[in-house]
């Protein structure tokens, strides 16, 4: 997580790309740590 | 590995030909004895591509849209000696999974039309989310040429990339390059050159699905094996079936026969994870490519982006930044082009109709009249306004090439979304402001199709620079030292309505569905100074084009109609249709003349201000003397506001008819804001006559 002002879109880093995401696509988004890589 | 050159030509020399293409040339406009390799110019979005490609093709770029579809399509000719590279520019696409209309025409351009060689452009500042692209492209036949460009923002992020160490690894050409600086592009060539007449020589590394998953694709490549219809890759079909694409999945379905099919779907449906094992095996592909070639900042690392970012994508800050990059890019804008479209107006538009009249003092007075009034003061008036654009397009094209603009994107997305629109939908929005042609087709990066459409139909609302023209013109006639409150509250006027009219749209017109935001935000870099004069040419073009044709035709009948029949507008078809819209016209408190103004604003919104100076027989510095008499404040402010509501110009309605491919729906749109200017032109009136304001 780049940015995240608790309203509006937040930002996040995925595999080294900056990606705006709204706070309803957030919500339904699972992170889980997968080994080495930075998922 | 050829290191970058710097200042390198993209018309480059190069030696041999290719004999199996010179009966069947592929590009256009091939020399005699020409030959062509067809190259598909790949990438994801923001990776530079556009820049690549407009040094390879220069101005010989042909842009139109893909069969169908309202994707746009450019393609250009790099020539040699004696050989041509048909070059064309797929969408950029973040796969080639059938999610999007830009991901299916990739790919199918590069199943059916079988290019040559394929070049994939890749952004070294991101390169793991760029070679998952690229594990996708191995699979496909075309050989692939890896243009490992924009190393110089990898740099400025602390990112080292060993190009040689990856062209090793792949198995393919990479070619290092800093596409703004111009340096990579003749090696780009001579490396598609090359493989194109060594194809023995490409053996790339291709990824492997991960072991757990291998021997079900063995079983979905013998089950479906003669059965794959032409030209679809067997292998590439079955890994396609085994992640879901559901385009793949119908077509297989069509030609399989029903107990094949079973077999097929059952192991498709024993397997729904499949999809994770062959996105994994790409990442783990991925991940020894970036360890071997790949040296990553330290970590804690803070880059420009994120410096910059702290305050550009902040929630306050950055609307700050927003509004201030708006003042300076309007205050430019109209600071240095406001002028020179007076200039213009004034010296070459009003003199070359002079001059026209002199020259054709003894011709028929309907010829005169023709050429002078329906030609040149039509359509000619509206090339005055090039100066305006030109400069807002370069100033916003500057701003796109940084990387900013998907800032404001971000930033304006709370507020696009209240209206059911996209964060997105503010790019071709702000375009409006400098004409509204722009920003109808610039609403097809919006990627969900309804707020597509809403952004079209919401878009003639945004006040364009002819509009605005009108007001500058009218307003201090009426309003004096108040006349620039008067214009900024008809700005704020014309958005309010906007919002009101997005709002309603989306809620009950297309079924208040949830738009999703989901958005790169680029690195920031230098801007290309070619990129951005070639799309402000481009853009450019396209306007004078519109001003060449629709404008120029719908000018003429305009022209027809204000002097048949008696030869003078007073007695002709619009001042008789001025007149039956008089009743109309006394809500608004304006006379039959002005209904005229308001019709003839149809062609161009700047039409008002002519049409006005030969109805009152005055011409824009005589409106100050003789409007007064008959319009008062009050009446002023509704007509203004009727102006900037008002239907928008021809060129802006044939944008919105090819870009929703709908009369139904562009019909709707004239009706709404013909209704909708009125009304709130009326209530103005009304309201201000009610309270005795102006009167």
Known sequence: ?39 | MNEARPAERAQVTLGGCCPEYADAPKARALRDGECAIRVALAGQPNVGKSTVFTLLTGLTQHVGNWPGKTVERKSGICRSEDMAIDLVDLPGTYSLTSNSLEERIARDFIIHEKPDVVVMVADAASLERNLYLLAELLSLPAPVVLALNMLDVAGQQGISVEPHVLQAALGLPVIPMIATKNQGVRDLVEAVVRIHQNPESYAPRRPEIRENHREVLREIQSLIAGRVPEPYPEDWVALKLLEGDEEVTRMMQAHLDAAGWERVHAILMRHEDAILAIAGGRYEWIQRLIRAAVTQPRAGQITLTDRVDRIATHPLWGLLLLLGVMGLIFGLTYAVGAPVQRFLDTYVVQGGANWIRAVLAGAPPWLVGLLADGVIRGAGMVLTFLPILVIFFAVLGALEDVGYMARAAYVMDRFMHLMGLHGKSFLPLFLGFGCNVPAVMGARIVDSPKARLLTILVSPLVPCTARMAVVAVLAPIFFGAAALWVSWGLIALSLLILALVGLVLHEFVLGGEHVAFIMELPLYHVPNARTIGLSVWQRTVSFVKKAGTIILVVSVIIWVLSVVPGGTIETSVLAAVGRFLSPLGALLGVDWRMMVALLTSFVAKENTIATLGVLFGAGGAGLAQTLPAVLTPASALAFLAVQVLFIPCAATVAAIRQETGSWKWTLANVALLLILSFAVGIAIYQVARLAGWGV
């Open chain 1, 1 to 39: 997580m780049v940015q995240n002002f608790g309203h509006g879109p937040v930002i996040v880093l995925v595999r080294d790309t900056r990606i705006a995401l709204g706070r309803g696509e957030v919500s339904r988004v699972r992170v889980t740590l997968n080994g080495d890589s930075h998922e």
